[in-house]
C-alpha cells in the first residue's frame, strides 16, 4: 500500500517505520528541516525495547512531496491540522483514504473540509514513542490501534487498511464507536496532561497524590456532560480505569507527558483541543465545566510563560 | 515601649527596623540560626528605596529570649504560628499585647488560646519587604498597616501601641472590621499567589493574560460566598480593584509572590491557610468552591514536586 505519513514526529515515525518494514512503500512528510535532512542522510534511528535500528525509510518536506496515496495518516498536532491538510491537498486523489490518529478534538472537522466522509477514517493508538533528537525516536511498548470510517460504515478498503495494519503489528481493531474511542482518551489526556504539567512531574508522581481521584473525577464528571450533550457515549469506569492504570509507575508512569515537555521546551500545547474545546463544547449546551475551565487557563499563562521565556 | 517580634524574616525585620529605629526596645526572634547570627555579628543590613543602611537591632533565637513585653507581634508564616506562639509563651504576662500581621485565615483562632481576646490584636499590613539572604532584607516602598483589637473594644492601650506606630512611620489606621481588612487580603492573596504560582511568573505577568478577569472573578466569588456564611463583610469591588491595581507594572506587578518563591525554593507555601482554609470553611457550609478547590490541589502537587526537588 502506497502510505504517506503527515507530520514524521516520534508516533508518526514509529508508525511510519513499522509499516514501512512491513513492506509498504511510505514516505514520511514534515516541517521541520533538521529532522528531514537527518533521516534523508543517515535514515531514521529508531531505539526499540530490543536494541536499536536503522531504517533507509524515505521522508520529504511538505512542500517538496509529490504523487497520489492510498492512504494519509494524520499525525501532526492538532493546532496544526488545517496547515498540514492545505500542505497535503496536492497527495489527495479520488481514492485517498486519510485516517486521523490526533489527540484532541476538532482534528475531524478540519479533515472533512478536504475529504469526503466515507474516505475519511478516524482512530486512536496506545502506541507511544520519544521523539530524541533530529532523525532519532524512541518506541516505547506497545500498543493497539481502534479506527473505522467516520460515517460508521465498513467497506473493503478499510478492510484492506485494517490488513495492512496487522502485517505491520500496528494490532488493529475496528472500533465500533470511534467517537467513543476518540473522546475517551480526550478525557484521559484533560485529565492527566495538565495535572502533570501544573504539578511540573511525571504521571506517577501526580498519581501518587492523597486526593488525585476526587482531582480527576471533578474533570471527567464534566467531560461526561458534555460528551452526554454531544451524544457520545463516555464510560466513566472504563476512562477512570485507564487513567488509574498508568499511574502505576511499572506503566508508563515514569513519563513526562508531552504537555509538561512542550511547556519545558517553550512551545505551544494541545490544550485548546483537550479542556479548551471541552470549554467551548460546554458553553453551547450551557454546561458548567470550572474545573476544567480554569484548567485551561491556568495552562495558557503557563504556556504564555514557556513560550515568552524560550530561548 | 518594649515590643518582640516573633519571626524576623522579611517583614518581621522591617516593622522591627522602623520601630527599633522610632527609639523602642525591640527584640527581633527567629528560628534560622544563620540569620540570627549575621544580624547579631553584623547588625541588620536593610536596602532602602533611598539607600542602605546597618541596624543594630538586637535578635535571639526563640530559644534564647528572655523577658515581658508589651508587645509581641507574630510575623511567622501560618504554617508555624502554633510553634512559634510556645516559643513565645514565657514572654507574655498579664500586660503583653500580642498582634498578629500574618496572611491567612486560622492564626487568630491558634493565638487566641495563648492570650485573652482583649488582648488579641490582629491586622494586615501593605508594607512590602524582601529576605535576600542571612542578615539583609529589602524594603520595598511605602505602605499602611490596619489593626483592632480582635473582642472590636477600644482601649488606652491600643491607642498607645498605635502612637508608636505612628511614631516608626508604620501608618497606623484603626480598622472598624479587622476581620474584613483581613479576608479582604486573603481574598486578594488567594487569587493572585496561587495563579502567579501555577504560571510561574510576576503579577504583571498574570495581570496581562488575556481572561484574567474571568479567572480572578470566579475564585473571588467563592470567596464571597463563604465570607458571607461566616459573617465577614467584603466588598467584591474593593478585593477586585486591590488586585487589578497591582497588575499594573509600575506597582508591585514586578514582583514574584512568596508562594512563587517558596516553590522555587522547595519550601512549602501558605495554600492552606488560603485558598485550604476556604475550602475547609466552605465545606463546613456545603458551599461548591470548585475552583478555589482544584488550586489548593495544584499547589499541593506542586508543593509536592518542589519539596521533593529540592537540593
Chains 1, 2 share one sequence.
Not at 500500500?1 to 508516533?11: H, L, T, V
Not at 501526580?206 to 473525577?217: A, L, P, R
Request: net charge negative; with cysteine.
Amino acid at each position: 500500500m502506497k502510505i504517506a505519513i503527515a507530520g514524521a514526529g516520534a508516533m508518526g515515525s514509529r508508525f511510519g517505520y513499522m509499516l514501512y518494514e512491513a513492506g509498504n512503500e511510505v514516505l514520511l512528510m514534515d516541517g521541520w528541516p533538521e529532522h528531514v535532512k537527518a533521516i534523508q542522510e543517515k535514515g531514521l534511528h529508531v531505539v526499540l525495547d530490543s536494541g536499536e535500528v536503522n531504517s533507509q525509510i524515505p521522508i520529504s518536506l511538505f512542500s517538496e512531496s509529490k504523487g497520489g496515496f492510498d492512504l494519509i495518516i494524520i499525525f501532526s498536532k492538532s493546532m496544526q491540522t488545517e496547515q498540514v491538510m492545505r500542505s497535503c491537498r496536492h497527495l489527495i486523489n479520488d481514492y485517498t483514504y486519510i485516517l486521523t490518529l490526533q489527540n484532541g478534538l476538532g482534528n475531524i472537522e478540519v479533515i472533512e473540509k478536504y475529504v469526503p466522509k466515507n474516505r475519511l477514517l478516524a482512530g486512536v493508538t496506545t502506541y507511544a514513542a520519544e521523539l530524541i533528537g533530529p532523525g532519532k525516536i524512541q518506541a516505547l511498548g506497545s500498543g493497539d490501534t481502534h479506527m473505522m470510517s467516520v460515517d460508521g460504515n465498513m467497506s473493503t478498503d478499510l478492510i484492506r487498511i485494517v490488513d495492512v495494519f496487522n502485517d505491520a503489528n500496528l494490532n488493529p481493531k475496528l472500533s465500533a464507536d470511534v467517537f467513543t474511542s476518540i473522546w475517551t482518551k480526550v478525557a484521559f489526556n484533560a485529565a492527566l496532561n495538565p495535572l502533570c504539567t501544573l504539578a511540573n512531574n511525571t504521571v506517577a508522581f501526580v498519581g501518587s497524590y492523597k486526593n488525585i481521584k476526587e482531582v480527576v473525577s471533578v474533570i471527567i464528571d464534566e467531560i461526561l456532560l458534555v460528551a452526554q450533550a454531544e451524544k457520545v457515549r463516555l464510560d466513566r469506569d472504563e476512562v477512570m480505569d485507564m487513567i488509574f492504570s498508568v499511574f502505576d509507575p511499572a506503566m508508563s508512569g515514569h513519563h513526562l507527558p508531552s504537555m509538561l515537555q512542550d511547556i519545558q521546551n517553550g512551545r505551544k500545547t494541545e490544550i485548546d483541543y483537550l479542556n479548551g474545546a471541552i470549554v467551548k463544547k460546554a458553553e453551547q449546551y450551557n454546561i458548567p465545566v470550572p474545573n476544567n475551565r480554569l484548567i485551561y487557563h491556568m495552562i495558557k499563562m503557563l504556556e504564555k510563560t514557556a513560550v515568552s521565556t524560550e530561548v
